[in-house]
């Protein structure tokens, strides 16, 4: 039985951590994830879950708290975004190297400077090789299906990795939209209980935990990380599957959207995939024949549903909405270069950045994108082009 | 109270085979600490000469459980710790009483960590924060901290023809804490063994967050040789230099008072990172470093007798 | 330690094995030797409780010994001793014989 609810983003991701009920929450407010955490701290002053709530005096000791509580065998969320994500950053990759499973919605915000309180996707993307998992969300829907997700992806034992969830700022977190989630009794049993190996607490087995790891190690424990991030990828969709089943809302790395004969391609990631997929059933309408390759797993990256999903096309455009100044292309764009590298492709691929700060990007750009890709078909593009939507020349 | 004696009946829970310099008094103050609070403890420490020492892959010289995460944050991390110990505990998944106890050196605590150190005493969590100060950034190679002493020659303020030392005074961060208005702040050295022990004991009898700022004398960066850890600490009390009083709901103690109130010169003396103030051209930075402790200790007694009951 | 492989370590940096730099021997830093002499010894534990390296050796809360694979012959222990007792002594590594 499902619950029809109305809610933004953020209280739909909040909803969803009312469900895990965590053992501690650290947090900090920043705009625009505050609104989940004044939800949760509802939940708290209510007496509705049991959390801990640790309402620390920066991200910094946010991230670094949500460090030792699950040191100490708790689970384990926080939220954050922007800047904070920035802030915190020296302990994000510190949690991911201790392997420890707590999970992160993290509200996409374009960094500073200047500073902006809108969305783009440079806070996750400068975060792409901290170890985390990240889960981009389309809608408030996914925002909480990815949530409920993400706790068993994380502490799955062949994985024990921490997972960013994220959403688009405003777009996203501040959106009200009608969506479906599990009766409280579904979604605690898909939770279960976690137990950690290790514990601060256990003092009758005392462990050291954050060792100095030097030339003789270190290498090996990034090794087995890897490990952890590829096992990763079986365990998102064999979770995804599993909920599915649950839910009626199946998930996978990607969603292939009208991809399967499609001469033309949009690769995006988060709400603009929505607005990608209306622009696809209009010219799908018309006769044409397009489609919408949504990256749902950044971390780890699904190479074989991004070959399986530009088997047919002509031409490709990969959408970024961050830049990785002095690269030939956003983050994005270049990973799925390196996905196609060897696989002996021909299609012609073209980036294109849009949305800094906040920029809006409506149907009309993504249809501009289309019949620009019609006009580039077979054509060679240099990695280095990048072109510009919606930026005044 | 726990004297040598009540301690040497408690298990040893530091290892040998660490790596500190010999001679290392923070070590010291270390094995005092877990000889007192015992081995349901968890320890959290800073980046620093503690940590680096203690814990070089693939060995541990703690029996306790302990955590290292990065420097500026022992404090939020170890509040994280007593969080999730607060939530099992109230789900009833685990009941037995736990110390946390959280650490940093001067750098990780007057410096880089004082943020997330006075967040966490804010907030309440009940845990001791421990500083062992041993005056320097020791581990990076002795540069100068918050908690430098006027005068001391470091890497980064070395004694040179123009500037003789580090400018500043210490920041006064044992009176930061008490400012913090928490249970229990106090001073102490491993130099006074039964002291620092009796504190560690306080402090985590307490409900609440509590401080003790500890010196701990390094041979290597004050530069004085390593069998005299133990009397440079106590010269530091008997100088006034580094009182030993603690405050208990603001009510101040000095647990030591020197009859015989030594020169901080005799202190300086034989401390390599002091020798430049002897030259004649320095003589007037001792007598000002005197003034400021003069000033300071006289109105530690005064404030003593304000706050008795 | 034979160093192992990443199949065969704990994730995460974990040790599990409280204490065990026990096994990793510091003795050999050692320039000086502290030298006890039990008959002189009152057992008062200057030396103990400011050992850094663990290595003054109780039984039943008297000093028994000195673990030499882990003293760094600081000196702390014999400058403790009280000067009238003085049961420790400071030896050259190079002029004792074992
Ligand atoms: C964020 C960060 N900045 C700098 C360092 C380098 N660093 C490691 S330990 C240290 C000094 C530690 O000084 P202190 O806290 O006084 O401890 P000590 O080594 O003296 O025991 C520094 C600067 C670091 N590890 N992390
Ligand atoms: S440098 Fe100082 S604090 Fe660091 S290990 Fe050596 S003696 Fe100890
Ligand atoms: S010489 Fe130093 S290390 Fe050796 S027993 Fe004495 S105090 Fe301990
Ligand atoms: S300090 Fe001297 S007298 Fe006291 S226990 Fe040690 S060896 Fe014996
Ligand atoms: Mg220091």
């Not at chain 1, 949690?95 to 500073?112: D, F, T």
């Not at chain 2, 008094?25 to 000469?49: H, I, N, S, W």
């Not at chain 2, 995460?69 to 404090?75: C, G, K, M, T």
């Not at chain 2, 400018?167 to 961060?173: S, V, Y």
């Given at each position: 039985m499902a619950r029809r609810l109305t809610l933004s983003g953020n209280d739909a991701a909040a909803e969803a951590m009312r469900q895990i009920d965590p053992d501690v929450v650290t947090c900090f407010p920043i705009t625009p994830q505050t609104e989940l955490m004044h939800k949760f701290a509802e939940f708290v002053a209510d007496g509705e879950v049991k959390a801990e709530m640790v309402l620390v005096e920066s991200e910094h000791s946010a991230m670094s708290a949500a460090v030792g509580a699950a040191s100490a065998g708790a689970?384990?969320?926080?939220?954050?975004?922007?800047?904070?994500?920035?802030?915190?950053?020296?302990?994000?990759?510190?949690?991911?190297?201790?392997?420890?499973?707590?999970?992160?919605?993290?509200?996409?915000?374009?960094?500073?400077?200047?500073?902006?309180?809108?969305?783009?996707?440079?806070?996750?993307?400068?975060?792409?090789?901290t170890g985390w998992i990240q889960l981009y969300s389309e809608n408030a829907q996914e925002v909480y299906d990815n949530v409920l997700q993400a706790i068993r992806i994380a502490e799955n034992p062949d994985v024990l990795l921490p997972v960013m969830v994220t959403f688009d700022g405003f777009i996203i977190s501040h959106t009200v939209e009608v969506l479906d989630a599990l009766e409280d009794k579904d979604a605690r049993g898909w939770i279960g209980d976690y137990k950690s190996t290790y514990s601060l607490l256990n003092t009758d087995e005392p462990a050291t935990f954050g060792p100095l790891d030097l030339q003789d190690y270190y290498f090996e424990h990034k090794r087995q990380q890897i490990e952890g991030m590829n096992n990763a990828t079986a365990v998102i969709k064999s979770v995804g599957e599993a909920y599915g089943k649950l839910s009626g809302r199946a998930y996978g790395m990607t969603e292939n959207?009208?991809?399967?004969?499609?001469?033309?391609v949009v690769i995006a990631l988060g709400s603009t995939c929505g607005t990608a997929k209306v622009v696809v059933d209009e010219m799908r309408a018309e006769g044409k024949r397009v489609g919408l390759l949504k990256l749902r797993s950044f971390r780890p990256f699904p190479h074989a549903e991004i070959v399986a999903g530009l088997a047919s096309a002509k031409a490709v455009a990969v959408l970024d909405r961050s830049v990785s100044f002095g690269a030939p292309g956003g983050p994005v764009h270049k990973e799925i270069l390196a996905a196609l590298n060897g696989t002996g492709h021909t299609t012609s691929i073209v980036n294109y950045l849009y949305g800094l700060g906040g920029r809006d990007i409506s149907t009309t750009h993504i249809r501009t994108v289309f019949e620009e890709l019609e006009t580039v078909a077979g054509k060679s593009i240099p990695a280095d082009e990048v072109r510009f939507i919606g930026l005044r020349g | 109270m726990p004297?040598?004696?009540?301690?040497?009946?408690?298990?040893?829970?530091?290892?040998?085979?660490?790596?500190?310099?010999?001679?290392?008094?923070?070590?010291?103050?270390?094995?005092?600490?877990?000889?007192?609070?015992?081995?349901?403890?968890v320890v959290g420490c800073a980046t620093g000469c503690v940590e680096v020492v203690t814990t070089i892959y693939p060995y541990t010289a703690w029996k306790t459980p302990f955590i290292h995460n990065a420097f500026e944050n022992s404090a939020a991390t170890i509040s994280g710790a007593e969080a999730a110990y607060v939530s099992l505990k109230k789900q009833g998944k685990i009941d037995k009483k736990i110390n946390f106890v959280a650490m940093g050196g001067d750098g990780g605590t007057y410096d880089i960590g004082i943020q997330a150190l006075s967040g966490a005493m804010e907030r309440g969590h009940n845990m001791l924060y421990i500083c062992y100060d041993n005056q320097a950034y020791m581990n990076t190679g002795i540069q100068r901290s918050g908690g430098t002493p006027k005068g001391t020659a470091t890497s980064t303020t070395p004694a040179g023809k123009v500037i003789p030392g580090k400018t500043q005074f210490p920041k006064p961060l044992t009176e930061i804490m008490i400012a913090h208005d928490i249970p229990y702040v106090a001073q102490a050295?491993?130099?006074?063994?039964?002291?620092?022990?009796?504190?560690?004991?306080?402090?985590?009898?307490?409900?609440?967050?509590?401080?003790?700022?500890?010196?701990?004398?390094?041979?290597?960066?004050?530069?004085?040789?390593?069998?005299?850890?133990?009397?440079?600490?106590?010269?530091?009390v008997n100088t006034c230099f580094w009182p030993l009083f603690e405050v208990e709901y603001g009510v101040i103690k000095i647990n030591r008072k020197p009859k015989n109130i030594l020169p901080v010169s005799k202190w300086f003396e034989g401390q390599g990172r002091f020798r430049h103030l002897f030259k004649e051209e320095n003589k007037g930075i001792i007598d000002e470093i005197q003034a400021e402790v003069d000033r300071k200790w006289t109105l530690l007694l005064k404030r003593e007798e304000m706050t008795q009951a | 330690m034979r160093e192992k492989s990443?199949?065969?370590?704990?994730?995460?940096?974990?040790?599990?094995?409280?204490?065990?730099a026990d096994t990793y021997e510091t003795g050999s830093w050692r320039t000086y030797r502290p030298i006890w002499d039990a008959e002189k010894c009152i057992h008062c534990l200057a030396c103990w409780i400011a050992c850094p390296d663990s290595a003054i050796q109780l039984k039943d809360g008297k000093m028994v010994g000195i673990d030499y694979s882990h003293c760094k012959g600081c000196g702390i222990c014999a400058f403790e001793c009280p000067d009238k007792i003085a049961a420790l002594e400071m030896k050259l590594e190079t002029e004792v014989n074992d």
């Amino acid at each position: 039985m499902a619950r029809r609810l109305t809610l933004s983003g953020n209280d739909a991701a909040a909803e969803a951590m009312r469900q895990i009920d965590p053992d501690v929450v650290t947090c900090f407010p920043i705009t625009p994830q505050t609104e989940l955490m004044h939800k949760f701290a509802e939940f708290v002053a209510d007496g509705e879950v049991k959390a801990e709530m640790v309402l620390v005096e920066s991200e910094h000791s946010a991230m670094s708290a949500a460090v030792g509580a699950a040191s100490a065998g708790a689970r384990v969320m926080t939220a954050t975004a922007a800047n904070g994500l920035a802030l915190m950053w020296e302990i994000v990759y510190i949690a991911a190297s201790n392997r420890l499973p707590i999970v992160m919605p993290v509200v996409n915000r374009a960094l500073s400077g200047p500073i902006n309180i809108h969305c783009d996707h440079s806070d996750t993307m400068g975060c792409r090789d901290t170890g985390w998992i990240q889960l981009y969300s389309e809608n408030a829907q996914e925002v909480y299906d990815n949530v409920l997700q993400a706790i068993r992806i994380a502490e799955n034992p062949d994985v024990l990795l921490p997972v960013m969830v994220t959403f688009d700022g405003f777009i996203i977190s501040h959106t009200v939209e009608v969506l479906d989630a599990l009766e409280d009794k579904d979604a605690r049993g898909w939770i279960g209980d976690y137990k950690s190996t290790y514990s601060l607490l256990n003092t009758d087995e005392p462990a050291t935990f954050g060792p100095l790891d030097l030339q003789d190690y270190y290498f090996e424990h990034k090794r087995q990380q890897i490990e952890g991030m590829n096992n990763a990828t079986a365990v998102i969709k064999s979770v995804g599957e599993a909920y599915g089943k649950l839910s009626g809302r199946a998930y996978g790395m990607t969603e292939n959207y009208k991809t399967d004969d499609a001469d033309y391609v949009v690769i995006a990631l988060g709400s603009t995939c929505g607005t990608a997929k209306v622009v696809v059933d209009e010219m799908r309408a018309e006769g044409k024949r397009v489609g919408l390759l949504k990256l749902r797993s950044f971390r780890p990256f699904p190479h074989a549903e991004i070959v399986a999903g530009l088997a047919s096309a002509k031409a490709v455009a990969v959408l970024d909405r961050s830049v990785s100044f002095g690269a030939p292309g956003g983050p994005v764009h270049k990973e799925i270069l390196a996905a196609l590298n060897g696989t002996g492709h021909t299609t012609s691929i073209v980036n294109y950045l849009y949305g800094l700060g906040g920029r809006d990007i409506s149907t009309t750009h993504i249809r501009t994108v289309f019949e620009e890709l019609e006009t580039v078909a077979g054509k060679s593009i240099p990695a280095d082009e990048v072109r510009f939507i919606g930026l005044r020349g | 109270m726990p004297a040598p004696k009540q301690l040497a009946e408690r298990e040893d829970l530091m290892s040998g085979g660490h790596r500190a310099c010999a001679g290392c008094l923070p070590m010291t103050a270390m094995r005092q600490m877990l000889l007192t609070a015992g081995k349901d403890t968890v320890v959290g420490c800073a980046t620093g000469c503690v940590e680096v020492v203690t814990t070089i892959y693939p060995y541990t010289a703690w029996k306790t459980p302990f955590i290292h995460n990065a420097f500026e944050n022992s404090a939020a991390t170890i509040s994280g710790a007593e969080a999730a110990y607060v939530s099992l505990k109230k789900q009833g998944k685990i009941d037995k009483k736990i110390n946390f106890v959280a650490m940093g050196g001067d750098g990780g605590t007057y410096d880089i960590g004082i943020q997330a150190l006075s967040g966490a005493m804010e907030r309440g969590h009940n845990m001791l924060y421990i500083c062992y100060d041993n005056q320097a950034y020791m581990n990076t190679g002795i540069q100068r901290s918050g908690g430098t002493p006027k005068g001391t020659a470091t890497s980064t303020t070395p004694a040179g023809k123009v500037i003789p030392g580090k400018t500043q005074f210490p920041k006064p961060l044992t009176e930061i804490m008490i400012a913090h208005d928490i249970p229990y702040v106090a001073q102490a050295t491993p130099g006074y063994p039964k002291d620092f022990s009796d504190k560690v004991e306080k402090a985590l009898a307490i409900d609440g967050p509590a401080f003790i700022n500890v010196l701990t004398p390094c041979t290597r960066g004050w530069r004085y040789p390593p069998e005299q850890s133990m009397e440079y600490a106590r010269l530091a009390v008997n100088t006034c230099f580094w009182p030993l009083f603690e405050v208990e709901y603001g009510v101040i103690k000095i647990n030591r008072k020197p009859k015989n109130i030594l020169p901080v010169s005799k202190w300086f003396e034989g401390q390599g990172r002091f020798r430049h103030l002897f030259k004649e051209e320095n003589k007037g930075i001792i007598d000002e470093i005197q003034a400021e402790v003069d000033r300071k200790w006289t109105l530690l007694l005064k404030r003593e007798e304000m706050t008795q009951a | 330690m034979r160093e192992k492989s990443w199949r065969e370590i704990p994730i995460g940096g974990m040790i599990e094995d409280a204490g065990n730099a026990d096994t990793y021997e510091t003795g050999s830093w050692r320039t000086y030797r502290p030298i006890w002499d039990a008959e002189k010894c009152i057992h008062c534990l200057a030396c103990w409780i400011a050992c850094p390296d663990s290595a003054i050796q109780l039984k039943d809360g008297k000093m028994v010994g000195i673990d030499y694979s882990h003293c760094k012959g600081c000196g702390i222990c014999a400058f403790e001793c009280p000067d009238k007792i003085a049961a420790l002594e400071m030896k050259l590594e190079t002029e004792v014989n074992d």
